[in-house]
């Protein structure tokens, strides 16, 4: 099951950037989003490969940090094998480095595993990396798949994580 994530004050933790690349994770962030607006994740027969809640979410951040000054591209990950952060391969790594040269900051929607990548990838640019999530337990949901080709979450639980004694 997915992670449950909360949002993070990405605008303010922005201040003093004036470009940003933004680097979604788009499994744990999307189906989070998605439950929270009670939004199917997926339809499939508009897009196989993006969560329109999500997409939106993006763009209203987007609009927030362009508001603030703060230009801002994604850097998208459009193939499945690409939507895990936490198994990127050293060729996703490597071209993220590329894109981040150009930007001041790296804002990164995913959990800790995802924020590690990231910091692991641009580490040689210096570019700052700026957390927009975190971790607030597991998800135990329903999975949910309505005609024509909804696909949902329903009856979400956030399961805390054990912590090791
Ligand atoms: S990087 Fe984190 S948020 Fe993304 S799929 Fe893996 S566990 Fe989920």
């Given at each position: 099951m997915p992670i449950h994530l909360h949002d993070l004050d990405v605008v303010s933790q922005a201040a003093g950037v004036s470009s940003a690349l933004i680097v979604p994770c788009n499994l744990c962030p999307a189906v989070t989003v998605a439950v929270n607006q009670k939004q199917?994740?997926?339809?499939l027969f508009r897009s196989l490969l993006k969560s329109a809640p999500f997409e939106q979410y993006i763009k209203d951040l987007q609009s927030r940090l362009g508001e603030k000054g703060v230009k801002t591209k994604v850097f998208r990950s459009p193939i499945y094998h690409q939507w895990f952060l936490c198994m990127w391969t050293g060729g996703r790594r490597k071209k993220l480095e590329k894109h981040a040269k150009q930007h001041d900051a790296v804002i990164v929607l995913g959990c800790d595993t995802a924020n590690e990548t990231v910091r692991d990838a641009v580490e040689p640019t210096g570019a700052r990396v700026i957390e927009g999530m975190q971790v607030a337990g597991l998800m135990n949901a329903k999975l949910s798949l309505q005609l024509p080709a909804n696909i949902s979450f329903k009856d979400c639980r956030i399961i805390p994580i054990s912590q090791e004694a």
């Open positions: 199917p994740f997926m339809k």
